[in-house]
């Protein structure tokens, strides 16, 4: 009987410790993600979902998060790379959000100017593709532009995937080559990333 208790006690104790490791942030919608700052310090996101990418007349939907809100960028986890401790998605999923986001940029290298978008990101099922840029400051001059080409950013994804954390594990890594400070990874629908 004591046995029993216990086994009850510790199963409540473990689903209790679970369900405060889930994210606090609601999952997103499958699609396309963009953000920029505004000079205001505003984040504005742009969406495009999944059934209308590839749509050349779809206007994507804007919306606004006040500068008040936005969480601090860290600057020493930008350049680290790591695994998630806990999480897991099916590669399957982590290569189509992959495949979303590296098919959203027409040109090639793709050039993010330091007041130009900041994060990009792609999410299919509870799979969420990202790049994110650390630079900041005007259009021209050192430290200020990101050029960095898709099969950097792939390398970078498959380097995750292969090397670092597995298959099915997340995590994320610094894209090398290229000029500027990139992170690219993938995690988990609702997560956070890049801040």
Same mark, same amino acid.
């Given at each position: 009987?004591?046995?029993?208790?216990?086994?009850?006690?510790?199963?409540?104790?473990?689903?209790?410790?679970?369900? $405060?490791?889930?994210? @606090?942030?609601?999952?997103?919608? @499958?699609?396309?993600?963009?953000?920029?700052?505004?000079?205001?310090?505003?984040?504005? +996101?742009?969406?495009?979902?999944?059934?209308?990418?590839?749509? +050349?007349?779809?206007?994507? =939907? $804007?919306?606004?998060?006040?500068?008040?809100?936005?969480?601090?960028?860290? +600057?020493?986890?930008?350049?680290?790379?790591?695994?998630?401790?806990?999480?897991?998605?099916?590669?399957?999923?982590?290569?189509?959000?992959?495949?979303?986001?590296?098919?959203?940029?027409?040109?090639?290298?793709?050039?993010?100017?330091?007041?130009?978008?900041?994060?990009?990101?792609?999410?299919?099922?509870?799979?969420?593709?990202? =790049?994110?840029?650390? #630079?900041?400051?005007?259009?021209?001059?050192?430290?200020?532009?990101?050029? +960095?080409?898709?099969?950097?950013?792939?390398?970078?994804?498959?380097?995750?995937?292969? $090397?670092?954390?597995?298959? #099915?594990?997340?995590?994320?890594?610094?894209?090398?080559?290229?000029?500027? @400070?990139?992170?690219?990874?993938? $995690?988990?629908?609702? @997560?956070?990333?890049?801040?």
């Amino acid at each position: 009987m004591k046995i029993a208790a216990l086994s009850l006690s510790l199963l409540a104790t473990a689903l209790a410790v679970s369900t $405060t490791a889930l994210p @606090d942030r609601p999952k997103g919608p @499958d699609g396309l993600y963009k953000s920029y700052s505004d000079e205001s310090g505003n984040e504005v +996101t742009e969406f495009v979902p999944w059934n209308e990418l590839g749509s +050349t007349t779809f206007v994507p =939907i $804007t919306s606004v998060v006040p500068a008040a809100s936005m969480k601090q960028r860290s +600057t020493l986890m930008k350049r680290d790379e790591g695994c998630h401790p806990s999480a897991f998605v099916p590669t399957s999923e982590t290569d189509a959000a992959n495949k979303c986001l590296i098919d959203g940029f027409s040109d090639d290298p793709i050039v993010i100017t330091g007041n130009g978008y900041l994060r990009y990101w792609c999410i299919y099922r509870n799979a969420v593709s990202y =790049i994110c840029s650390y #630079n900041t400051g005007p259009i021209v001059g050192p430290g200020t532009t990101t050029t +960095t080409y898709k099969a950097d950013i792939m390398g970078s994804w498959d380097y995750v995937k292969r $090397t670092l954390c597995g298959f #099915n594990r997340l995590g994320y890594a610094q894209v090398i080559n290229g000029e500027g @400070d990139v992170t690219a990874g993938y $995690t988990y629908n609702g @997560d956070g990333f890049c801040f």
